[in-house]
């Protein structure tokens, strides 16, 4: 176990730009690097944090988290970044604070019946999109026997889920902290993630419609499985940098992904003030 990172809570971001835009806000004690990415430990809004870029995909963020985990007792994991906006309501710059997740690309993909799909093997009862069904992860049953609870077990006594919550404790400091900032920071409802990039406005109509999505991202849902396996509380802010194929014209997101990741981790350095607050009260 790595001391230096005990008590602290981590902070997960994908990519070197949205990495960045924390950092700058960060009162850094020390940088590193672990499995070739940079890390930053130090102190944001007054709490002792680490902050890791994780690298873009689902593949990589579970990667970086369970590092992290590993090595250190973390008070909680928090993701950083932006993301494609899929609720109307929602435009560039808005912070998406989601109460649950999920890898929405967990599918069967079905084979073709007549002018239809034969799907055999479903647990969900959602619509399907052409020939991918949804369908629930399977988490190892030590996270049930932990008593962390799911939506049912499989054969194999593996949980079935498919809805990950972010923390109540969490969600109701990112509540309080919404107003000190000077973007619309939404809270609730509900994030997806998947591996593909999406900038097709027929598939983000579907994402809402059948999961009534906020937004989608390529890692939170995958943070918050292994926060989930390993019992740790976990949190996700996202900032609207496009709206997945629902913008006119081409996608913004080189134009608009400075901008959006910055307002997100202004909505941290918040969030992290208002925890740092909580822990000095109930010392």
């Keep these: 176990m790595d001391p230096s990172l005990r008590g602290r809570v981590a902070i997960v971001a994908p990519c070197r730009l949205e990495a960045e835009r924390l950092r700058a806000r960060l009162h850094v004690e020390e940088a590193r690097r672990h499995l070739g990415r940079p890390q930053w430990l130090g102190a944001l809004g007054g709490l002792p944090v680490v902050v890791t870029e994780c690298g873009i995909s689902m593949v990589n963020a579970a990667i970086a988290t369970q590092a992290l985990l590993d090595r250190a007792q973390v008070e909680a994991v928090v993701v950083a970044g932006v993301a494609g906006g899929v609720a109307p309501a929602l435009g560039p710059g808005d912070v998406v604070v989601p109460a649950s997740w999920a890898s929405y690309q ?116 995958a943070v918050a499985q292994t926060a989930h396996v390993n019992g740790v509380p976990f949190i996700a802010f996202r900032a609207v940098s496009d709206l997945a194929g629902g913008d006119e014209g081409a996608n913004p997101i080189e134009a608009q992904a400075g901008g959006a990741a910055d307002l997100a981790a202004a909505a941290i350095e918040a969030f992290c003030r208002e925890l740092a607050r909580a822990r000095e009260a109930a010392a």
């Design 106 to 221: 967990e599918s069967h993909l079905a084979r073709r019946a007549g002018d239809g799909w034969a799907c055999d093997w479903s647990l969900m009862d959602f619509t399907n999109f052409g020939m991918m069904f949804p369908r629930p992860v399977f988490v190892a049953r030590a996270a049930v026997e932990d008593g962390q609870g799911g939506d049912g077990d499989d054969d194999d006594g593996d949980e079935v889920r498919f809805w990950f919550e972010v923390d109540p404790g969490l969600l109701a400091a990112a509540r309080r902290a919404a107003g000190a900032g000077s973007c619309r920071v939404v809270l609730g409802g509900r994030g997806v993630s998947g591996a593909p990039f999406v900038d097709n406005l027929e598939f983000r109509d579907w994402l809402g419609q059948c999961f009534r999505a906020e937004v989608l991202d390529q890692e939170t849902a």
